[in-house]
């Protein structure tokens, strides 16, 4: 299961995402945003991001106006490996050398078509593991060193 997440930036190219996910039949659940009233892009990224870390979805996909704002806010969530992506070789590096587990995109700086061709490279492009899996092995030895000195900076309690 996919979840896809857009800000009023990315709501007109978040449609265009649910077409091309429609089209490869694979299911997902739209957390919002549906209009183009102002909205805060943290609130979309976190939707996405925590169902991706807590596993209740396999990957996600996120747009706002240029995808920095929702890359940053997604990227603080433990486990996510959210990659901005502007065509479909970085698309495809961000899956088979980093196995990216949320897309992002800019609806200002995409155009449709390069959208929709990101998109599908994204989708059908598997992690090579290999040399790579001990790379992002060692992402995640620094997410676990960031979470035990972030609980013993705050005395032990829970995040």
């Known amino acids: 299961m996919l979840a ?14 649910i077409r091309a996910l429609e089209r490869h039949r694979i299911p997902f659940v739209d957390v919002g945003t549906n209009g183009e009233a102002s909205v805060d892009y943290p609130d979309f990224a976190a939707k996405v991001a925590s169902g991706v870390a807590n596993g209740d979805f396999d ?3 996120l747009i706002c106006g240029t ?8 990227n603080k969530f433990y486990g996510v490996r959210a990659a901005l992506c502007h065509n479909t070789y970085t698309a495809r590096m961000s899956r088979a050398h980093n196995d990216a ?19 599908n490279v994204w989708l059908e492009t598997d992690f090579e ?3 790579h899996a001990r790379r992002v092995e060692k992402i995640h030895l620094h997410e676990n060193q960031e979470a035990a000195a972030d609980s013993g900076r705050r005395g032990g309690e829970a995040a």
């Open 59 to 61: 990957r996600g996909i």
């Open 4 to 17: 896809i997440g857009a800000d009023h930036g990315g709501v007109h190219l978040k449609a265009v995402v």
């Open 67 to 74: 995808g920095i704002g929702m890359s940053i806010a997604a």
């Open 101 to 119: 587990n949320i897309l992002v995109l800019g609806e200002r700086v995409t155009g449709v078509g390069v959208a929709e061709e990101i998109i």
């Open 129 to 131: 593991g290999g040399r």
